[in-house]
């Protein structure tokens, strides 16, 4: 959350025309690995239509426009959220 709040900090500094800014960390993770990064049971559910099968953040253009580089992987910030909230 803290990347994407930095991210947002630098896009107020500057007026854009109509310009799409997508926040991520630049790697794909799928569902299924999300799920597994917290160690639970999961329940598979069919497609949803409009569902995307995969989305990925490109990040060049953020870095080049904003400054915008992410300090922090998925996986750290789900392990200090589950030590958090033991």
Not at 5 to 23: M, P
Not at 39 to 54: D, L, Q, V, Y
Request: glycine share 6%; proline share 2%; net charge negative.
């Amino acid at each position: 959350m803290s990347d994407i709040i930095s991210g947002l900090i630098n896009v107020s500094k500057n007026s854009w025309n109509a310009d799409l800014f997508n926040f991520g960390t630049g790697q794909n993770y799928s569902i299924n690995e999300i799920a597994a990064m917290y160690s639970c049971n999961t329940t598979h559910i069919k497609k949803r239509p409009g569902e995307a099968k995969e989305s990925l953040a490109i990040m060049g253009e953020m870095e080049e426009k904003i400054n915008y580089k992410p300090q922090h992987s998925i996986e750290s910030y789900i392990r200090n959220w589950l030590k958090d909230n033991e």
